[in-house]
């Protein structure tokens, strides 16, 4: 997985393509540290908030599929991968 999503980071910033990503942003430095390393590169942020009721949102979970991962739980990976592929883009572009 860690192999994998690091490359897929790399291309994706690296060819500076559209990225969606699903956070939960429950943590402000780990969101700030993303947002910061991509608007360092030039992209440009659209934060779209979704939000519902706690209900709704237990019973969501209980209906998860197994191969449909919360972003509560995948989120802190796609985030540093994201990070570590924006400072690697940067350190490139810095040293030309």
């Known amino acids: 997985m860690e ?5 897929v980071a790399k291309r994706a910033v690296f060819q500076l393509r559209n990225i969606v990503v699903e956070l939960i942003g429950a943590s402000f430095e780990p ?3 993303l947002l910061d390393a991509m608007y360092a590169l030039g992209y ?3 934060v779209q908030l979704i ?8 019973r969501r979970n209980a ?5 449909c991962i919360s972003a509560h739980y995948a989120e802190r990976f796609q985030r540093a991968w994201l ?4 400072k ?9």
């Open 3 to 7: 192999l994998i999503g690091i490359q």
């Open 31 to 33: 969101l700030k540290e």
């Open 44 to 46: 440009e942020i659209d």
């Open 51 to 58: 939000t519902c009721d706690y209900e709704e949102t237990v």
């Open 63 to 67: 209906n998860r599929g197994r191969d």
């Open 83 to 86: 990070v570590e592929a924006a």
């Open 88 to 96: 690697e883009a940067l350190a490139l572009i810095e040293g030309m």
